[in-house]
């Protein structure tokens, strides 16, 4: 099947297809993984933004949100700290805080014991979008891995974790910006 400029995206396999076709010494089964983890990847990050778009917050303001859940309570962290946790450059990321300010999702205060210092905190609102989200993507979450066992899902998760490893070793700068990037 020819595929048209614009056209809907190739099946995995004939994209697979097409890749060992141009580059004979592909793996069709480690392209089949990693295109398909890649696919998965994109789709659930468009689901994702429709259900943080019907809260109304973005992905990038769950990003934030997120963060400072798992910083735990008292939820707060600096807009370095953040910035580098998201992958951000302190110009995006205080663009970032002073929208979500502006919402009422965080609050950006003086560090008492360093008065130079700013620090970020979930504001009760900022929580209650967490949540919601949360609950949203509980549904999703399920809904995708239905036809999973629990077996299935307990060694999926594994084999991820796994995967997730060995790429973190490899490339340990990979959760934060890039240098070459700045």
């Known amino acids: 099947m020819a595929d048209i400029p614009g056209s809907a995206?190739?099946?995995?396999?004939?994209?697979?297809?097409?890749?060992?076709?141009?580059?004979?010494?592909?793996?069709?089964?480690v392209e089949q993984v990693v295109s398909a983890l890649s696919r998965l990847n994109r789709r659930m990050n468009v689901a994702y933004g429709?259900?943080?778009a019907e809260l109304g917050i973005s992905n990038a303001e769950w990003e934030v949100l997120k963060a400072?859940?798992?910083a735990g309570d008292p939820y707060r962290m600096g807009p370095g700290d953040l910035a580098k946790r998201l992958g951000l450059t302190p110009a995006a990321m205080t663009h970032?805080?002073?929208?979500?300010?502006?919402?009422?999702?965080?609050?950006?205060?003086?560090?008492?014991?360093?008065?130079?210092?700013?620090?970020?905190?979930?504001?009760?609102?900022?929580?209650?979008?967490?949540?919601?989200?949360?609950r949203m993507a509980t549904v999703f979450e399920e809904e995708l891995l239905q036809d999973l066992s629990a077996e299935d899902r307990g060694k999926l998760g594994e084999l991820l974790t796994r995967l997730l490893r060995r790429v973190e070793n490899a490339q340990p700068d990979?959760?934060?910006?890039?240098?070459?990037?700045?």
């Open 9 to 29: 995206e190739p099946s995995l396999e004939d994209q697979i297809a097409a890749y060992q076709r141009e580059f004979q010494d592909l793996d069709p089964q």
């Open 50 to 52: 429709r259900q943080t």
């Open 68 to 70: 400072l859940v798992l």
């Open 96 to 134: 970032r805080i002073d929208r979500m300010v502006a919402e009422g999702l965080v609050t950006r205060e003086r560090d008492e014991s360093n008065r130079v210092r700013v620090i970020v905190g979930l504001t009760q609102s900022g929580r209650h979008k967490w949540m919601d989200a949360m």
């Open 174 to 182: 990979a959760d934060g910006r890039l240098s070459d990037l700045d």
